[in-house]
């Protein structure tokens, strides 16, 4: 079952002479519960394509489907609410609200849905993420590798089709940055979760099923197998 | 670069946008320091002008002196001008006449109108030798005089007295509203006509000498030299309390509350300076921790980071003073031209493009003194930023977050914008400070509108441009008249009064004679915002009811009978209603009865007016004036009051003009405060709303959020502000107002309306902005944004 379908992405900025194609029709798509690793060198176009798949940014052209609803076509009142109910977000730079502690940065989400969190799923999220005896802290109490764990259940706490990930690992150490993948892996098998990651380090592609490289602003499936061999 | 402050300029090019925040808030300080005192200097040397104008230009008075003291008076360096000022028939009923009117007789010297009254003179010069004589404008114009007439003043004995006309003068309001002619006559001949007095001391001719001083930085240390020197009494020297007071040298009491006041309105104006500047800096100052945090990574130390701020904080001074300065100078010229348009007679005199040096120096000074005191508070905290955090990048969180925001109360975008709100106790305090401070500042200046409409009672409605008054004050001015005065085009309104002086009244334990007064349908309307009881439409339509004024030991209530002598007769007068005040005064012990007037007809049995007031339409002529006076005859004093009255209009106008003008400053700096704060609160936090709205945070969301952390400072600030504000009014009412007409305050509940709902307006209009600014990035530039 195809969760995201992407066709003929392109990202243009500037003009002229100052024109640059971030994106170059990108096109490919992800199944239910895949987790996908997208590699790149720094300034490949890596970034542009999660904004743009994640909504946001704006792409020049091309479509995205999230379960065969194109995220352009809605309005951005309709888009926003589609994707913080569909689409989670997990940032290099972890992105929690300072002022809200680890239970409600994780519920978070859902109180923008005006939902009532069930204690349960909070419960089950904070015990997956060892988070259980800091769920009152707030994330500037906390390390690195915690603060991302939070984002991480922040990510997981709507069941959302897809998550995206922002080099999860890039402001940790090699430890956390285990741990960070260990806990994507297990959300990805146990949740059947679908993760689009994006990652200069190639090692981290180890754990995922399929990997991506863009260059240019091209997208290169390298697929399972290739994953293997960079692996 | 060749000194690490060299990076400011560099930096401030980076930071343009928040930057041009912090020189908008400094300019706005300087600018409204700079206005609110120009406006106060050029309002002071506006007054200045006129109460030399209209009172003269002398300093003290001083009375029972000797001529030879006021001769040694004269050789003193402190006093530039003594010159002797007596008066004959001043109530102009004594029989001296001119020309068939009453003539009030003046003594004097050329002084008075060269120096003490410059502008007096309108033609001529003053009588150099005896048998010349001055005379006043309406007498050249009803008798057709010219310089060299030759004119004759009759006194009470029937003697004939005549001079040659050396010049005239401008009519006087008193003289006007006495309908009198004035004559002007050298020292000697004033001695010689006044009655009874052949020799003696000047105080037997009611001679004063008026006294202006060569100096007016010290008016009271001169007073006090003269008073020891020549041993005078307190009750020799009066002082010209209005000039004084406007020279800041008067020592009367009201004067010194007035003092008091504008000394508490300057340290509101200036709080309001401070605290717009503080907030600014503040709030820019935390948007670039990470950046102090980054320099002090480098190498910097916590002196050199202070350093920077403080440099940083002048340079903008460079720009946004001069600018705050020349605003302020640009206001008030356009303020001073207003003047001149509106009252040319008396602010011709203003200049076009003048400087008030004053208010420059103030304007100067606030600015850069403000900016000095608030960096030094952004500048320690940025110090403070250890390279650590710089390096971690929580430097880049515009405040440490000690507590969580409450999600239980309201909902997440509600609760997290209130938590923005309070969550730095510093910032919440200077932003409802800052707030507060415009409810505060509105609703002190608004007590000068009480001061104002207290000082100006002329200006009632009911104030009359012409008057025809029976001479004995007895209800003899037919009411015929009043139908052709209605009749005339340059008449707007015509309107009678019939009085019963000093009627014997029972029923009241308090008085035991009243004044009764008639009124038309006209007057009664006017007295409708003094009804504190009762029905005026009951003493228009019953026959036999009234209204009391209220006195204060006046026990009369609605539904009392009073019982009247009038007209030989004991009539009852049933009291329908109370009025807190009237147009008339009346002697300590006497009661004012108002009643209609076929009320005041049938108990009185009398049918003529004692007063026939005139309201003319606008423009009106003096040769229509005139054939009004033709057609009234000179069986009546005719009493001109439009001289009197445009000195009020004027002063009216110009009092008007700088309080309103104020309060429209005050309300445009709340407007551009409250918008300046939100958006620098805002800026401040766009990146934190990008992360917001990668997370799922709706632009309605993200509105709400913003609207609820507008809202807290709101809230907060116009609670404290209501407080403060109403406890200042209260404190300035009492000195103003309480202290001089004995009026109780009450809660200025419009004044309090206008600036809530200003308040209220500012916020809309300071969250729109930076929302839709928002609303129109990306998420990615939002998280991008610097």
């Keep these: 079952m195809k969760i995201l379908t992407v066709q003929n992405l392109c990202k243009t900025y500037g003009k002229g002479e100052a024109r640059v194609d971030a994106l170059k029709n990108v096109s490919f798509s992800l199944e239910k519960g895949e987790f996908a690793a997208v590699v790149g060198e720094s300034g490949s176009g890596k970034s542009t394509l999660l904004n743009c798949i994640g909504a946001l940014d704006t792409p020049t052209s091309g479509e995205v489907r999230m379960d065969g609803q194109n995220l352009f076509s809605m309005g951005e009142e309709k888009r926003t609410i589609f994707r913080r109910r569909n689409i989670g977000f997990i940032f290099q730079s972890f992105q929690l609200v300072s002022e809200l502690n680890v239970e409600q940065n994780i519920i978070f989400p859902l109180l923008l849905d005006y939902k009532k969190p069930n204690p349960d799923a909070v419960q089950e999220i904070l015990e997956l993420l060892g988070l259980t005896s800091r769920r009152n802290h707030l994330p500037n109490q906390l390390s690195g590798g915690q603060q991302q764990r939070v984002a991480i259940g922040r990510a997981l706490i709507t069941k959302p089709k897809l998550i995206l990930a922002d080099e999860p690992t890039g402001n940790l150490d090699s430890k956390n940055s285990r741990d960070v993948m260990e806990l994507l892996t297990q959300a990805s098998r146990h949740y059947q979760q679908t993760i689009l990651m994006i990652t200069h380090n190639r090692n981290l592609t180890a754990s995922v099923d399929r990997v991506f490289q863009v260059a240019d602003g091209v997208l290169t499936d390298l697929g399972g197998e290739a994953n293997e061999t960079l692996s | ?786």
């Design chain 2, 1 to 786: 670069m060749k000194h690490f402050l060299d990076l400011i300029p560099i930096s401030a090019k980076v930071h343009r946008k928040q930057n041009r925040m912090s020189i908008l808030c400094i300019i706005l300080s300087v600018f409204l320091v700079t206005t609110i005192f120009g406006m106060a200097d050029m309002f002071i040397r506006s007054q200045i002008l006129q109460a030399q104008r209209d009172d003269g230009s002398w300093h003290i008075g001083l009375r029972n002196i000797s001529a030879e003291n006021a001769a040694l008076m004269v050789a003193r360096p402190d006093i530039a001008v003594i010159s002797p000022y007596g008066t004959l028939n001043f109530g102009a009923n004594l029989g001296y006449t001119m020309g068939g009117k009453e003539a009030v007789i003046f003594g004097s010297e050329e002084a008075l109108v060269t120096k003490i009254f410059p502008d007096m003179l309108t033609e001529g010069a003053y009588p150099q030798a005896e048998g010349g004589a001055l005379v006043t404008e309406n007498a050249r114009e009803m008798m057709g005089l010219h310089i060299g007439d030759e004119v004759t003043l009759n006194t009470p004995d029937g003697t004939s007295l005549h001079y040659q006309i050396t010049g005239f003068v401008g009519n006087s309001s008193g003289l006007m509203r006495s309908d009198a002619y004035g004559i002007f006559l050298c020292m000697e001949d004033y001695r010689a006509i006044y009655p009874d007095v052949a020799e003696g001391e000047p105080s037997d001719f009611d001679i004063m000498y008026y006294v202006q001083f060569s100096h007016t930085r010290d008016i009271q240390g001169n007073i006090k030299n003269l008073k020891s020197a020549f041993q005078l009494s307190d009750g020799q020297v009066s002082e010209n309390t209005k000039l004084l007071g406007l020279l800041g040298q008067s020592r009367d009491s009201f004067m010194m509350f007035i003092y008091a006041a504008a000394g508490i309105l300057f340290v509101l104006v200036m709080s309001a300076g401070i605290l717009m500047i503080a907030s600014s800096l503040n709030s820019n100052v935390a948007q670039r921790m990470e950046f102090f945090g980054l320099m002090r990574c480098i190498g910097s130390t916590p002196r050199q980071v202070m350093r920077m701020v403080r440099r940083e904080a002048l340079g903008w001074c460079r720009f946004a003073i001069p600018a705050g300065v020349a605003l302020g100078v640009v206001v008030i010229w356009v303020l001073c031209a207003i003047l001149r348009y509106l009252s040319p007679g008396y602010f011709a005199a203003m200049p076009v493009f003048g400087l008030s040096l004053p208010s420059v120096a103030a304007g100067v000074l606030v600015g850069l003194l403000t900016v000095m005191l608030a960096a030094r508070s952004p500048a320690k905290r940025a110090a403070k930023v250890s390279p650590l955090a710089a390096v971690s990048g929580s430097a880049g969180e515009a405040r440490p977050v000690r507590s969580a925001a409450n999600t239980q109360l309201a909902k997440v975008d509600t609760a997290l914008g209130i938590h923005h709100a309070v969550s730095s106790w510093k910032n919440y305090l200077l932003m409802t400070g800052s707030f507060a401070l415009s409810i505060v500042l509105f609703l002190s200046f608004s007590v000068t509108v009480d001061f104002m409409r207290h000082a100006l009672t002329p200006l009632q409605p009911w104030t009359p441009d012409l008057s025809i008054v029976s001479p004995d004050r007895t209800c003899s001015v037919d009411s015929a008249l009043l139908e052709r005065l209605n009749e005339i085009p340059a008449v707007k309104a015509a309107y009678g009064r019939m009085f019963a002086y000093g009627v014997p009244i029972s029923g009241s334990s308090a008085v035991q004679t009243a004044d009764l007064i008639s009124y038309d349908t006209t007057q009664f309307d006017w007295a409708e915002d003094y009804l504190l009881e009762g029905s005026l439409e009951a003493a228009q339509q019953a026959a036999g009811t009234g209204l009391v004024v209220k006195e204060s030991d006046s026990t009369i209530k609605v539904g009392d009978t009073i019982t009247i002598l009038a007209d030989g007769t004991l009539q009852e007068i049933e009291i329908v209603g109370i009025l807190s005040d009237c147009p008339f005064s009346n002697a300590a012990g006497v009661g004012l009865i108002i009643c209609s007037e076929d009320s005041f007809r049938q108990m009185t049995g009398l049918t003529d007016f004692t007063v026939i007031d005139i309201q003319l339409v606008r423009g009106a002529s003096d040769s229509e004036v005139s054939a009004i006076h033709q057609m009234v005859g000179t069986q009546y004093t005719f009493s001109d009051e439009r001289l009197g009255n445009s000195s009020t209009r004027g002063i009216y106008y110009c009092f008007n003009l700088f309080v309103y003008g104020f309060l429209v400053l005050i309300a445009l700096i709340t407007i551009f405060n409250v918008v300046n704060s939100i958006a620098m609160s805002v800026a401040s936090r766009t990146k934190q709303y990008g992360a917001f709205r990668a997370i799922g945070l709706s632009t309605r969301q993200l509105s709400k959020m913003v609207i609820a952390e507008a809202g807290a400072y709101a809230l907060s600030g116009s609670v404290a502000g209501t407080v403060l504000g109403l406890l200042t009014n209260r404190l300035l009412f009492a000195m103003l107002i309480g202290q001089k007409w004995g009026e109780p305050w009450g809660i200025p509940w419009s004044e309090l309306g206008v600036i809530l709902l200003i308040l209220l307006f500012s916020v809309a209009l300071a969250v729109y902005g930076p929302i839709k600014r928002i609303h129109s990035m990306t998420i990615v530039d939002t998280i991008c944004a610097q």
